[in-house]
């Protein structure tokens, strides 16, 4: 699920590395660290997506969430980035030392876990407390599958509330396409469906992993596919973005043999496609 590396970890803060839910990230992309929260502690996932790097990936859910040691774990975290030796003891470049975001981003699909709503509230609650809300946002990075749920639609009308986006995650707008990269079953158009539901509830941006599968590159139908999709939700005002990437690191995955990254000139090419409709594009 994850765009982002991972801070590494070494013996000397072996607190952190500890936690149950939390995690610092060093984001390229934010320039700054991003604190990670990961309910998939049982490293399930609804989705199979071939690139995936969450290790022993497994089908299900996210199990139930201990919303104490959560809360203990997030508000122990900011107090050691805020008042404590944190940046020292991770040997951030002082450019870097920022609290950017936190990322609703695990070891599977955030929004299957079913105190999801109550999640976010929590998580708006301890970030007011510890004065970085409002000035940092708070993003759900999500396979967008479960959106037709109310308690994920009460989630995501909380998470508009603190000023954050959903990261809706959409590498194939045809049914083979989605059973060969995903691996899911869930229609294009129940996807769709989705996609607008949370565009009407939130700040949505697309992200879409873009792969060279078995030597076949990014074919002409799913491009004309991905791009008629779009057309479908020009509409939506809270929709206006699209972050495009390519494999950075090895699958976890069997078929990680198979995968390539897109060759950059096809990634720049189907970027401009998409600028066309009206988008702005991001390439990582
Ligand atoms: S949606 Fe795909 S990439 Fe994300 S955790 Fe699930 S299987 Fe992995």
Request: aromatic share 8%; proline share 3%; charged share 20%.
């Amino acid at each position: 699920m994850r765009m982002v590396t991972r801070l590494s970890t070494t013996d000397h803060n072996r607190d952190i590395a500890g936690l149950r839910y939390v995690y610092p990230v060093l984001s390229r992309r934010a320039g700054g660290l991003s604190i990670g929260i990961n309910v998939n502690t049982n490293n399930a996932c609804n989705w199979r997506c071939v690139y995936c790097q969450v290790p022993n990936l497994t089908v299900g859910a996210a199990p139930s969430i201990d919303f104490n040691v959560l809360a203990d774990e997030l508000r122990f975290f900011l107090n050691d980035v805020i008042k404590g030796d944190f940046y020292e003891r991770f040997q951030v470049d002082a450019d870097k030392r920022i609290i950017k975001d936190i990322a609703i981003s695990g070891n599977g699909e955030p929004t299957s876990a079913k105190e999801f709503a109550a999640l976010i509230t929590l998580i708006g609650q301890i970030a007011h407390d510890a004065g970085i809300l409002p000035g940092i946002n708070v993003v759900l990075i999500t396979n967008g599958s479960l959106i037709q749920h109310v308690n994920v639609q009460q989630g995501l009308k909380q998470l508009h509330a603190l000023g954050g986006e959903v990261w809706f995650k959409l590498d194939s707008a045809t049914a083979s396409g989605r059973q060969k990269i995903n691996n899911t079953r869930q229609s294009v158009a129940q996807s769709v469906r989705n996609l607008r539901l949370a565009a009407e509830l939130c700040t949505t941006k697309i992200q879409t992993c873009l792969l060279d599968y078995a030597g076949n590159g990014y074919s002409d139908t799913e491009q004309a596919a991905y791009l008629a999709i779009l057309r479908e939700v020009q509409d939506l005002p809270r929709l206006r973005e699209v972050m495009l990437y390519t494999l950075a690191r090895p699958s976890l995955q069997p078929e990680a043999i198979y995968l390539k990254a897109l060759a950059p000139e096809a990634m720049q090419h189907f970027a401009e496609a998409i600028r066309q409709l009206g988008f702005k594009v991001s390439i990582h």
